[in-house]
């Protein structure tokens, strides 16, 4: 069984920084494509970035910037840094990954972490 853990969430406030990670424990062959998504109150779900397995990312415009994804292949955690937080940063931010399992035959399979939440407020 393959899961993603989150942390790093909380409460910050504007032009602060926080930085989320996002740690996959399980038989783990390997990790593919990662990316941290948001939902805010009354909003759809949208994503906030990406990064690909060999290191190619991409940024929603509103985070451009401001926002960082990594990766530690070695530790299998993904990472996101936040810098010059907003109050429309507010949201529950979910780490999303592609995982080939030792299984490896049986192809990938996408994992959700269970969302934190990041509250950015005077």
């Known amino acids: 069984q393959v899961q993603l853990v989150e942390s790093g969430g909380g409460l910050v406030q504007p032009g602060g920084s926080l930085r989320l990670s996002c740690a996959a424990s399980?038989?783990?062959?390997?990790?593919?494509?990662m990316g941290w998504f948001r939902q805010a109150p009354g909003k759809e779900r949208e994503l906030v970035a990406h990064?690909?397995?060999?290191?190619?990312?991409n940024y929603a415009d509103s985070v451009q910037g401001r926002f960082t994804i990594s990766r530690e292949n070695a530790k299998n955690t993904g990472y996101l840094q936040m810098n010059s937080l907003k109050p429309e940063d507010t949201a529950v931010y979910y780490c999303?990954?592609?995982?080939?399992?030792?299984?490896?035959?049986?192809?990938?399979?996408?994992?959700w972490g269970q969302g934190t939440l990041v509250t950015v407020s005077s």
């Open positions: 999303n990954a592609d995982i080939l399992t030792s299984d490896w035959y049986a192809g990938y399979r996408e994992v």
């Open positions: 990064i690909t397995s060999g290191g190619t990312t």
């Open positions: 399980g038989s783990i062959f390997s990790i593919g494509a």
